[in-house]
């Protein structure tokens, strides 16, 4: 190995960033599709010889993963034959090689130099439809891959240079978005040769050994940054249950993602033993997305000191899960929904247990309870008088919702999602795009999960069809309903439910903001399945707000009265989830509310006590209580919450068999943990 | 004819250039005086004014134009001295501004935090706490009227707004750009309700398409408006007793001039003129030597700001990030990254060596200052290097500290990584200009351009220290410092011109009417000429340009093409595919795929002033002695370099490097191989 000065390895490492933000830039460039130029959902990556992502591009990590994944498998399997030779590109979009699912396509393309292999260089891009039995994403009702568009495992679509016409051909009849596809394809293309060339221009004037001397050693920089953050804290575990609920065949069904962090010297493992078998269904999760979610969740935590090296940060992450479960899947197990479902419930799970450890490990200004809930989403096509056909994706309420509370200040409002470019379009831009009017779109009151910090706020939107008879088709693809999907720490509550309503020409009735999920004459469409809106019906979306930290009751009344003031939270909510009580001002009277908090915490101390196996379930707990100091060496009273004392936002929880549960300091009565509970057998069992 | 007079002022210094009668350039600067600018303006002058051997009040009462780039603009939102703004909507769109597309919340962050995601917030908005109202109306995308306006309901909104004592309205209603009937009833409305309440509507101050950046641009403007309308008043108001007799024109981020009564009514679009200056004293240069695609360098001391100018013209933006908030405003394209000579060096815990983004800044300033900063900076390795003499800093009014410097770099980077000193200086100032070189590159080809079809310019008090290491890492194989360097803004505003810059979202599909798009160009021709004409501004004297951004329907990036009057619908579709295969590269548009217009742009410009800047003949070759020898470190061995003052250096003078030139504000290193040339306007060329 050449010796590498540190002048050179900076340089050369700032050269590389510099190379991938290029390919990045063509990437985008070149496919333009709505998807990749608005939600940045593309991404693209270099790697080393033994295909780890080095550097990688500012979007969506997964989709580098993915390319990862796809070297190791033409390494393996292509090397003999068809070969693996200069010039040669390899396409996959196959879910059980390397991607999360179906309309994620990655090509990778590996770099030779000095007669050497220097590496590989890789692009991702999220294509609108890769086939199956609906348009877009998702094939309803299907119950195995065979039911979704087929995936195809890695092909070697550019063969020296030449793009295979007759393996292209293949792939874009798989689709019902082929002249899109092509486009997209081309860009892969385009990246991979851009990087491939100046990364060429540096093993010209540098040596080929000395670039990929810079790319171990950047990986083994970020491993031991990461490494040096974790044994700074005190070894532990900590355990989280998330849930997915998944709408199939007239019922609901709820899968659990149980997981154990372990955290010992500087490595962590992730256990998600006992997690729920996999569903007859489209929401799994495959070993390669598995290991890339989690990933994904470390590298956004410690985004702030360690640079964007997934093989750095892999390498302290051991990964395990048991093969055919719902988060590490068995083929034939449908997986074509799986970048917004089981992967979720992982990421959830992931970003919880490592806050835990972090508040653990006086770290807490780096922690927070999820960045997201689940999403809801639907796509929907429409024809407009002259014929003309608008198909688009809702991602407004996903990727609106509100952040989880971090360990030391509240979650944010309306801006959930751990990457910087994550956006939502303009009102205006979705209206002249599509037939739609926007009756509003507005931040969720009292969607926030209550707490000592609160989660951020939701966003709430009414829609309608405009300049259209009909939106024939709309198709729900949504988690989040009727499951609590964001975890709840130390005594704060879940955020609220991701709700989607029909009221049938509601429009002509009502005034401009016509929308409440509490409207008797609400229709409930099935959160996977189809539905039409015609002139004059409102559809009505909330995206959910972020889970609490710490006891409602412990917040600060001025910052309960502040987000009454700005709107966020309703007076009667104010006075129900945080005991704060109106004053002649309207907004809060200091000596009622001292008055109620002792009466709430009373009341706490005189509920029944749950049975043994909830109280189980509350999990660790902070030696002592933050509100009176008394030790909770002996435990704490673990006490049911009704979804109905919490108000309208819960109320989606009521009947579910969702508990909130809470542990109490049975000597002040303040909340010190808190949990979302499915009972074990209500939940699909393990494997 | 007077003399033409800029001034830019700074955050530490408030430059100034004079043009003489007979095209001769003078320079000086003064300190910035925060709390009241006039006076720093004014000392700026003076010290010209000694040069020039002339008083400031006989040179303004003659001044032919007298510009001024100012960041009092800016100043006021980081310190947050704004009006107490109330803000009406559309009812049900109140919160646009808080959801700020989700990208609110970590955009505009410097680059340091932008992964430090846990510690992501959104900006604080314009509007003062509780201060927004919706209003029952609603227009749809062609225009239609849904719902008419509740007059009521706003007329008691505005009431509201007035017990909350807000001095100031912003206004912004769904689709305002399209059909403003109903914003321009409310202003009605609000006048009668509350006399003397400024308003501001979104469809007068950024009609364009997208309610959020819309209404963050109208509150901005609200916000700044009274606050500029006293600041520039106090400036003019000043200026006047010391005998100006012309109108006092300002810098716009849109790169031209205004007159100061119109930025006291739209402050808005002089936001972002800090860094433009530069950008467009290099256009006047690059005329004048004749380059059509320039790159413009600014390396100062915590920043290097880099503009583009492609076919002449600076690359504009229609949007820009400000403080964190996205305004609709045409800007000058200007990016920045943290890298000047007072970035700082260190080595972390892990043996990398790292140069900055953060910086000394000018206080405390690099070790060699002495003014007690205690890190190593860019600076400090290019004076142990010999690259920066000792006494070649601020006309030698102060003499830097070579061993201070040499001290921090030994202690902090050489032996923590166990190298001798002169390669730690050198691996710092490589990695430096790498980042630059870097920079450069991904900004050319973002925008579709190969950076070695550029020609380089460099300024600012660093940009002549490093371009010649840059320049060649970046295959560029010419450059400039212009003569002007060290007030390179300055000089852009003195030489700028009248620009009005006019955005109107019109949005179309194919097939397109021809008739449509001129009725569209015509209808804004029309109505910048009105505001030429109200400036006392004569329209027929104006130069016209039109620009359409367009996309492929269902893609989303917009690409902006040059419209002329000719034009036909058929001939912009053709313009379009040959634009976006400029930028995409060749075979990246769909033939046959069908287009849309979203937003039309009218650039106009006039002459501030006539005047034209000396040339000298390049025939008087002349051999300059050096004024000295000393050496410099380009590798790890010293090399004997001579060095030149730049006042002895006359047009026509060529020499070889390695060699450095000094002048009382800058240092310029020219590089074994290069090639340095003075040409007739006294500024120096580097070939590679």
């Known amino acids: ?687 | 004819m007077g003399s033409v007079v800029g001034i830019d002022v700074g955050g530490t210094f408030t430059d100034c250039v004079v043009v003489d009668d007979a095209g001769r350039v003078w320079m000086d600067k003064a300190f910035t005086t925060p709390s009241n600018l006039a006076e720093g303006i004014v000392a700026a002058l003076a010290n010209v004014c000694d040069r020039l051997g002339a008083e400031v009040d006989a040179v303004l009462s003659e001044a032919s134009v007298f510009a001024l780039g100012t960041t009092s603009l800016i100043n006021r939102v980081v310190s947050r001295r704004g009006a107490r703004v109330g803000f009406i909507t559309t009812r049900g769109h109140e919160d646009a501004v808080r959801i700020g597309r989700v990208l609110s919340r970590s955009e505009g962050l410097p680059e340091q935090l932008h992964y430090d995601v846990a510690a992501w917030n959104k900006p604080e908005p314009l509007f003062v706490e509780g201060g927004v109202r919706g209003v029952v109306e609603r227009v749809d995308s062609k225009g239609a009227v849904v719902a008419p306006l509740d007059e009521e309901g706003l007329l008691q909104v505005v009431g509201e707004l007035r017990d909350l004592g807000v001095d100031s309205i912003a206004v912004m209603f769904l689709w305002s750009f399209l059909n403003p009937q109903h914003e321009l009833r409310a202003r009605e409305l609000i006048k009668q309700a509350a006399p003397g309440l400024p308003v501001n509507l979104s469809s007068d101050i950024a009609p364009t398409l997208g309610e959020f950046e819309r209404a963050n641009t109208t509150l901005m403007n609200a916000y700044l408006a009274p606050g500029a309308e006293r600041d520039f008043a106090e400036i003019d108001a000043r200026l006047r007793e010391h005998g100006l007799r012309q109108p006092l024109l300002l810098m716009q981020s849109n790169g031209g001039l205004a007159a100061s009564e119109e930025l006291r009514r739209r402050p808005v679009t002089g936001l972002a003129a800090g860094p433009v200056g530069g950008v467009v004293g290099v256009q006047r240069l690059a005329a004048a030597l004749g380059v059509r695609n320039a790159i413009c360098t600014d390396m100062g001391g915590t920043s290097f700001d880099v503009g583009l100018i492609v076919d002449g013209q600076p690359r504009f933006s229609g949007e820009s990030v400000v403080e964190r908030h996205r305004l609709r405003v045409p800007t000058v394209e200007v990016t920045s990254i943290g890298a000047g000579g007072g970035s700082i060096a260190t080595v972390d815990q892990f043996g990398e060596l790292h140069v900055g983004p953060h910086s000394a800044g000018s206080t405390p300033g690099p070790v060699c200052y002495g003014a007690g900063g205690s890190e190593p900076t860019v600076t400090d390795a290019n004076v142990v290097l010999g690259r920066i003499g000792p006494d070649s800093f601020w006309s030698g009014r102060r003499t830097l500290d070579w061993e201070a410097a040499l001290t921090a770099i030994t202690e902090r980077v050489a032996r923590p990584l166990g190298m001798d000193p002169v390669r730690a200086a050198l691996g710092i100032v490589d990695i430096v200009d790498a980042r630059m070189a870097d920079l450069l590159r991904t900004m050319t080809i973002s925008t579709g351009y190969d950076p070695r079809e550029f020609v380089l310019f460099a300024y600012g008090g660093a940009g002549p220290v490093h371009v010649g290491a840059y320049a060649r890492q970046l295959g560029v194989s010419r450059v400039y410092v212009p003569l002007y360097a060290p007030v390179q803004s300055a000089f852009g505003i003195a030489t700028g011109e009248f620009r009005r810059h006019q955005t109107r979202a019109a949005p179309m599909r194919e097939p397109y009417r021809t008739e449509a798009i001129r009725e569209t160009c015509a209808a804004m021709e029309a109505s910048t000429q009105a505001d030429w004409g109200a400036a006392a501004l004569d329209p027929n004297a104006a130069l016209y340009q039109r620009f359409v951004d367009m996309r492929f329907r269902h893609q989303v990036h917009e690409i902006r093409v040059p419209l002329s009057p000719e034009d036909t619908a058929e001939t912009l579709v053709q313009r379009f595919f040959a634009s976006y295969e400029q930028a995409f590269g060749k075979g990246s548009a769909v033939a046959g795929s069908p287009t849309e217009i979203v937003t039309f742009h009218l650039v106009s410009t006039l002459p501030a002033a006539a005047y034209s800047l000396t040339r000298s003949s390049d025939d008087g070759r002349i051999a300059p002695a050096p004024i000295a020898t000393r050496d410099v470190y380009f590798d790890e061995k010293p090399t004997a370099t001579p060095v030149f003052a730049l006042a002895n250096l006359g047009p026509g003078t060529t020499l070889e490097g390695p060699l450095i030139v000094e002048s009382p504000n800058t240092t310029v290193v020219v590089h074994a191989g290069q090639t340095v040339e003075v040409d007739g306007y006294s500024n120096l060329g580097i070939m590679a």
Request: with cysteine; aromatic share 8%.
């Open chain 1, 1 to 687: 190995m050449t010796s590498l000065d540190p002048v050179t390895f900076e340089i050369l490492r700032h050269r590389l960033v510099t190379i991938v933000n290029e390919g990045a830039i063509s990437l985008r460039n070149v496919s333009g599709s709505p998807t990749v130029a608005l939600s940045n959902d593309c991404n693209v990556a270099l790697l080393n010889e033994r295909g780890e992502a080095v550097v990688v591009g500012p979007t969506i990590v997964t989709h580098a993963l993915a390319c990862s994944y796809a070297c190791n498998y033409v390494d393996e399997h292509c090397a003999e034959n068809p070969g693996v030779n200069p010039g040669d590109m390899f396409f996959t979009n196959d879910p059980y090689v390397a991607t999360p699912h179906q309309t994620c396509t990655v090509v990778v393309a590996p770099m030779f130099a000095g007669g050497r292999r220097l590496g590989w260089t890789g692009a991702g891009i999220h294509v609108a439809d890769a086939g199956g039995s609906t348009p877009g994403q998702v094939s309803l009702g299907a119950q195995s891959v065979w039911d979704e568009g087929l995936p195809m495992p890695p092909v070697r679509m550019v063969e020296g240079g030449v793009l295979r016409s007759d393996i292209e051909a293949d792939w874009l009849r798989r689709s019902r978005t082929a002249a899109q596809n092509a486009i997209d394809l081309r860009a892969k293309i385009a990246a991979n040769t851009v990087m491939q060339h100046r990364v060429m221009e540096l093993a010209e004037r540098y040596g080929p050994d000395t670039v990929a001397a810079t790319m171990e050693r950047i990986i083994d920089s970020v491993e031991a940054r990461l490494r040096g953050i974790l044994r700074e804290i005190p070894d532990g575990s900590w355990s989280e249950e998330t849930y997915l609920d998944y709408y199939d065949r007239g019922g609901v069904e709820v899968y659990a993602c149980r997981l154990t962090l372990t955290k010992q010297g500087d490595s962590l493992v992730f256990d998600f033993s006992g997690s729920s078998r996999q569903a007859p269904g489209v929401i799994n999760v495959t070993r390669p997305a598995l290991e890339g979610y989690v990933v994904r969740a470390v590298m956004a935590t410690f985004g702030y000191a360690v640079p964007l090296c997934p093989a750095g940060v892999a390498r302290v992450c051991d990964v395990r899960a048991e093969r055919g479960s719902f988060v590490d899947c068995d083929w034939p197990g449908g997986v074509c929904k799986g970048t917004t479902s089981g992967t979720y419930a992982v990421f959830h799970a992931v970003t919880s247990c490592i806050s835990r450890m972090l508040a653990d490990g006086r770290m807490p200004d780096r922690a927070i309870t999820t960045w997201r809930s689940h999403m809801p989403l639907f796509d929907f096509a429409a024809f407009d008088a002259q014929g003309n056909r608008f198909a688009g994706v809702f991602t407004d309420c996903g990727l609106g919702q509100g952040s989880g509370a971090r360990g030391t200040q509240d979650g944010i409002d309306t801006g959930s999602g751990s990457e910087p470019e994550v956006t939502v379009p303009n009102v205006e831009t979705n209206e002249l795009r599509y037939p739609w009017l926007y009756l509003f779109r507005r931040q969720g009151r009292d969607s926030a999960g209550a707490g000592l910090r609160r989660g951020g706020v939701g966003i709430e939107v009414g829609l309608t069809p405009h300049g259209v008879d009909e939106i024939g088709s709309l198709v729900f693809h949504s988690h989040g309903l009727d499951c609590p999907s964001s975890p709840p720490f130390d005594g704060g509550y879940p955020g609220s439910a991701n709700v989607l309503q029909v009221f049938r020409q509601a429009r002509a009735a009502g005034p401009m903001d016509t929308g409440s999920s509490s409207a008797s004459d609400a229709e409930t469409p099935p959160s996977f399945g189809r539905t039409s809106l015609r002139d004059g019906d409102v559809l009505f979306c909330s995206g959910a707000g972020g889970s609490g930290w710490g006891d409602p009751l412990e917040r600060p009344v001025e910052a309960v009265a502040a987000d009454v003031a700005s709107g966020l939270l309703s007076v009667d909510a104010a006075l129900q989830l945080y005991g704060v009580a109106p004053g002649s001002d309207g907004i809060a009277d200091v000596v009622l509310t001292e008055e109620r908090r002792a009466g709430m915490r009373r009341q706490r101390l005189e509920a029944p006590e749950a049975d043994p196996e909830v109280v189980q379930a509350i999990g660790a707990l902070p030696q002592a209580c933050p509100r009176c100091s008394q030790s909770l060496a002996d435990g704490v009273k673990v006490i049911e919450v009704d979804w109905a004392d919490l108000g309208a936002p819960y109320a989606p929880f009521v009947g579910t068999g969702f508990r909130l549960i809470t542990g109490v300091c049975r000597a002040c009565g303040a909340f010190v943990a808190s949990r979302n509970y499915l009972p074990p057998k209500l939940a699909v069992p393990p494997v």
